[in-house]
């Protein structure tokens, strides 16, 4: 499986550092992934018995609606309205800016909102301001793949595994359900290498140091409770002090510090264990 939309921060390209320090015997593990985003890692190594949970309501909606009604969900993509044009775009954008009439929208239309705004705007950037509204423009791409339908099958038959749960809300209500032996892989939102880098807004309210204090403490109460975890996170100095106590490994990643495509920079970041 691929993931079936972009996301901030993705782990697509960075899957096999991530798969090298997995632990060899991780099929024998329950596994966790509180902040899922797009999912590379999980639908890409598609445990068997695996709790899945992100704070952002759309993709958790977009996540059930595959799960439970793949085919509707398909249907409702190939409506006329979910046309590559910049007034079709901008229709199904600004449905969120009318709060009554966007409550109404059963949450298959909710879904292929989201999958279709992903696919066409700006660089597949979900972002909302601080009314929670989604403000990325347009993407004006000439033949974007709105609509993957295999891709969405296959997901749709892992989601409705027997021991495949999803949950929605704060990692830390997901986490708390992890006991010993299993396994937690974290993506947190990174802490910014500059005062300008930083981008958390794929929800509003955002992420700061104290959440990422509140994540490492969480991560101590993991290892007490003999559960094994992995976290992706920036090489901050922030992360390096908070995580000193652990095992990090530090991996080249290309990442975008503007929009154009030769803006593109390898930097550092960290894969951090406690194993």
Not at 64 to 84: G, H, Q, S, T
Not at 170 to 181: N, P, S, T
Not at 210 to 219: D, I, N, P
Request: aromatic residues 12%; charged residues 25%.
């Amino acid at each position: 499986m691929e993931p079936v939309i972009k996301w901030a921060g993705g782990k697509r390209k960075l899957l096999p550092h991530i798969i090298e320090h997995l632990p060899n015997d991780l099929q024998n593990r329950r596994f966790f992934e509180p902040f899922v985003g797009g999912g590379a890692v999980v639908f890409g190594l598609h445990p068997e018995n695996a709790v899945i949970n992100d704070f952002n309501k759309e993709l958790y909606n977009l996540y059930m609606v595959i799960k439970r009604y793949p085919n509707a969900l398909m249907r409702e993509l190939k409506k006329p309205i979910y046309a590559n044009t910049e007034e079709a775009f901008y229709a199904i954008r600004d449905l969120d800016r009318d709060a009554v009439a966007f409550r109404r929208l059963r949450p298959i239309q909710k879904a292929a909102r989201t999958l279709y705004l992903n696919h066409t705007c700006f660089n597949g950037l979900f972002r909302v301001n601080a009314k929670g509204l989604f403000n990325t423009p347009f993407g004006k791409y000439v033949n974007p793949k709105i609509l993957d339908e295999d891709n969405i099958i296959a997901m749709s038959r892992y989601l409705r595994g027997e021991n495949i749960t999803l949950m929605h809300g704060d990692y830390q209500r997901v986490l708390d359900m992890a006991e010993v032996g299993d396994f937690v892989y974290m993506d947190p939102p990174y802490a910014p290498l500059t005062a300008t880098s930083s981008f958390t807004s794929y929800i509003a309210g955002g992420w700061d140091d104290v959440e990422q204090v509140r994540l490492k403490e969480t991560c101590d109460e993991l290892t007490a409770r003999g559960v094994l975890w992995m976290q992706s996170n920036s090489s901050a100095p922030l992360i390096t002090e908070l995580y000193q106590g652990y095992n990090i490994h530090p991996i080249e990643a290309r990442r975008a510090v503007g929009a154009r495509a030769e803006s593109r920079i390898m930097v550092t970041e960290y894969i951090i264990t406690n194993y």
